[in-house]
């Protein structure tokens, strides 16, 4: 019998542009009540570019700096904030910080909605890894209440 003859496909999950609309939104709504304007990076599940935004007052290299956070978390499958502190402990882990995608510090939140990866977020600009990573945490959770 041929081993693919029950072969099952699986239904899952995607992230459309007005979710991603409304966590970015979600996200800077949690920065701004902490009085800290942020940058934030949306990626879907592809890794790819959903939406890109700043506030007015961060500088353009919070943009770059947010999507390296989001790719890290989206790469990695877990937050970049616990993942910069695994790798200060780990010294082979260390040497991830020489590739130009990875950033090794808070902000990247992995989005998962019923045991499913959907994409992942990242922030940067709002005063320090671990706001960035509260905003971002802040942000997906209020969405992902929402679906």
Known sequence: MNAFAHAELKTGYIMPLETA?????????????EAKPAAVVVLDQGGNVLISQRHESVGIHNLIAAER??????????????????AQKNPDAQNLNSLPELLLLGGGIPVVYKNQFLGAVGVAGAGGSVQDHQCAQKGVETTLKTL
């Open 69 to 86: 956070k989001a790719f890290t978390a989206y790469s990695t499958k877990t937050n970049s904030l616990d993942f910069m502190r695994n």
């Open 21 to 33: 609309e409304l966590m970015a939104k979600n996200v800077m709504h949690a920065c701004q009540l």
